[in-house]
């Protein structure tokens, strides 16, 4: 990633989610959703690739453990309604496989059902979006190389400038 970002001079919470994609999203709003940032649909599923490391909270893929009906792998969403019902909103995984690893299982994870979202699982409702997770999904050299590019591109995006920005001297602090 370039360095030398100027930071905000201030964050709101509240500015957050709107720039987000929800995780019940289908194909036409992420695409949407991305287009509008100045990325592809082919940016879109390769950063959905990201989704192979971190944590979510079970409120964000609920509507997707039995008793709802669900394309989610079944073995999976048991044991995530198990995790689930511990009280609260714990977290979770989003790649069982390879949790604190940056490859390409997701894709085989979206291939299998063994997705969290509806968002993930939706990139194989469209035979151009499926087609993308199958080519990542074979080749991690190549999933990778695309990843960094279309990160480097998104980096990109309301780049803050002096005039709107500043350099911090604590990253937690406006100046």
Same mark, same amino acid.
């Given at each position: 990633?370039? /360095?030398?970002? %100027? ?10 989610? $709107?720039?987000?994609? $929800? +995780?019940?999203?289908?194909? !036409? ?29 079970? !409120? !964000?893929?609920?509507?997707?453990? +039995? $008793? ?5 792998? $079944? ?5 995530? &309604? ?7 909103? +714990? ?7 390879? +949790? ?5 299982? %997701? %894709?085989?994870?979206? &291939? ?6 509806? !968002? ?16 990542? /999904? ?27 920005? &500043? ?9």
């Amino acid at each position: 990633m370039p /360095a030398g970002r %100027y930071d905000g001079n201030m964050s709101l919470a509240s500015e957050t989610l $709107p720039n987000l994609p $929800p +995780p019940f999203a289908n194909v !036409s709003v992420l695409e949407d959703m991305f287009r509008v940032k100045g990325l592809s649909l082919e940016d879109m599923v390769t950063l959905s690739g990201a989704h192979t490391v971190g944590i979510s909270h079970c !409120s !964000s893929f609920l509507d997707r453990l +039995p $008793p709802n009906p669900s394309s989610m792998d $079944p073995t999976l969403a048991a044991s995530l &309604q198990g995790q689930c019902s511990r009280g609260g909103d +714990p977290t979770v995984v989003q790649d069982p496989e390879t +949790p604190d690893d940056l490859d390409n299982q %997701y %894709y085989d994870n979206v &291939q299998k059902r063994k997705v969290l979202f509806k !968002s993930d699982a939706a990139l194989m409702s469209s035979e151009t979006t499926s087609r993308l997770v199958d080519n990542h /999904a074979k080749d991690l050299r190549e999933w990778l190389k695309q990843f960094k590019a279309a990160m480097v591109k998104m980096g990109s995006i309301e780049v803050k400038t002096e005039a709107n920005g &500043q350099i911090r001297k604590h990253c937690r602090f406006v100046n």
